[in-house]
């Protein structure tokens, strides 16, 4: 009887959601960002992060008062960089 040819999995696979951190190098006024800017979500009891949802890019941000970010969501280097861009735009007048 012949052996078998062992098959190797060939998987196709996409880019669902990158993660990347940046720092702004200024710090954030949490409390005014989550009092004054629509659709971001603050609770310092459960979580010392304020948290800005895109919806263009699709993306999420976790801000940090010492000016650190975490983005999540994005799909391409491109989604990632347009997020952020867009998250420094909004959060401007907020920097201190």
Same mark, same amino acid.
């Given at each position: 009887?012949?052996?078998?040819?062992?098959?190797?999995?060939?998987?196709?696979?996409?880019?669902?959601? *990158?993660? %990347?951190?940046?720092?702004? +190098? @200024?710090?954030?006024?949490?409390?005014? *960002?989550?009092?004054?800017?629509?659709?971001?979500?603050?609770?310092?009891?459960?979580?010392?992060?304020?948290?800005?949802?895109?919806?263009?890019?699709? %993306?999420?941000?976790?801000?940090?008062? +010492?000016?650190?970010?975490?983005?999540?969501?994005?799909?391409?280097?491109?989604? @990632?960089? +347009?997020?952020?861009?867009?998250?420094?735009?909004?959060?401007?007048?907020?920097?201190?």
């Amino acid at each position: 009887m012949p052996k078998k040819k062992k098959r190797i999995p060939q998987p196709k696979f996409r880019i669902e959601n *990158i993660v %990347a951190s940046a720092s702004l +190098n @200024v710090e954030l006024d949490l409390y005014s *960002i989550a009092m004054e800017v629509d659709d971001v979500e603050y609770e310092p009891e459960q979580f010392p992060g304020a948290i800005l949802k895109l919806h263009n890019p699709k %993306a999420s941000l976790l801000l940090f008062k +010492n000016g650190k970010i975490i983005c999540t969501g994005g799909k391409s280097e491109e989604e @990632v960089r +347009n997020a952020i861009k867009r998250a420094i735009k909004i959060l401007s007048p907020y920097i201190r």
